[in-house]
């Protein structure tokens, strides 16, 4: 079980570092996430979650792709 929660979190990471990266490249503000400080109104957070949420939504399927294959596998092995 911890194996499949490392795989899903390794995923989110490599996902939305791999999106935010290519919309700063790219200056593709759809992908960017940045933070801008002001003086009298304190810190304020602009930019898109969209790489987030692609994120999440990539490592359930890489989750569940690799629990499913651990199942197979620990069937094909008991029934030797």
């Known amino acids: 079980m911890w194996k499949t929660v490392m795989v899903g979190l ?3 990471i490599i996902v939305s570092a791999s999106l ?3 919309g700063y490249l790219f200056n593709y503000k759809l992908f960017m996430f ?4 002001e003086t009298a109104a304190g810190v304020t957070m602009g930019g898109s979650v969209v790489p ?5 939504a990539v490592s359930y399927v890489v ?3 690799y629990e499913k294959k651990q199942q197979r596998h620990n069937r094909g092995a008991h029934s030797n």
């Open 52 to 56: 987030l949420i692609l994120a999440i």
């Open 63 to 65: 989750g569940n792709a």
């Open 20 to 22: 935010v990266g290519i």
């Open 10 to 12: 390794l995923s989110f």
């Open 34 to 37: 940045s933070f801008y400080e």
